[in-house]
């Protein structure tokens, strides 16, 4: 069966700070990749998809940035984060373009 | 563009009453449908789907039908529990995208004894 795994669980970085996400998924190959932010007490914003390695579209311009240097391992960073960028983190795996399958999510909480 | 629109809550319930959450779509073509559930801290769990006009899609108690002619996939249980008390978000597979779900704000639902 297929797993995704996220981690860290939880951050708190400070304004400034850079930022290193890192999401894996396990028991299949070839995944679209995603990555949500959900702001509190808001819906989910796509803020990256990939179909293949080194592939990588943007939604939504901003400091965060994605890459997907394994077929399987999709990582979000930025160089120096917002306080804005604050929010609940999520990593999503598809085989095809119609269900997707979440993480665990990562907190983050720039202070 | 393709987008959804769910009823807002906080939904509040007593154990074992009905539950309809709301939820219909704007898209061009036949999107596909689904249900997500989110349990405090956690990430999405993917609920139910369907896929065309008429489906029916159903798990856990849990049941919502493709309606076309009123562009709605309402999320119903006919007798809600304490551990359904979590976040619903209704969301779209655009027909013609490939890889974006397009997500409804989600409705928070809690579910007292």
């Known amino acids: 069966s297929q797993t995704i795994h996220q981690w860290p669980a939880t951050l708190v970085q400070p304004v400034g700070s850079p930022l290193s996400l890192e999401c894996t998924v396990e028991?299949?190959?070839?995944?679209?990749l995603y990555w949500y932010r959900q702001a509190a007490g808001r819906g989910l914003q796509l803020l990256f998809y990939?179909?293949?390695?080194?592939?990588i579209s943007s939604e939504v311009p901003q400091n965060l940035s994605a890459s997907r240097p394994q077929d399987r391992q999709f990582i979000l960073s930025s160089k120096k984060l917002l306080l804005s960028d604050s929010g609940f983190y999520l990593c999503?795996?598809?085989?095809?373009?119609?269900?997707?399958?979440f993480g665990p999510g990562t907190r983050l909480t720039v202070t | 563009g393709d987008s959804v629109t769910q009823m807002e809550g906080p939904v509040t319930l007593s154990e074992e009453a009905f539950l309809t959450i709301n939820c219909t779509y704007t898209?061009?073509?036949?999107?596909?449908l689904f249900w997500y559930v989110q349990y405090p801290g956690e990430g999405l769990q993917l609920l139910l789907k369907?896929?065309?006009?008429?489906d029916k899609g159903s798990n856990k108690g849990f049941e919502a039908t493709y309606r076309k002619e009123t562009t709605s996939f309402h999320l119903e249980k006919g007798s809600v529990q304490v551990s359904d008390s979590a976040v619903y978000f209704c969301a779209l597979s655009p027909s013609n995208s490939g890889y974006a779900l397009n997500f409804g704000k989600g409705t928070s639902l809690l579910v007292t004894p």
């Open positions: 990939s179909v293949g390695i080194g592939q």
């Open positions: 369907a896929t065309k006009a008429d």
């Open positions: 999503a795996w598809s085989r095809q373009p119609y269900e997707q399958y």
């Open positions: 028991g299949t190959s070839n995944p679209n």
């Open positions: 898209a061009t073509g036949y999107p596909s």
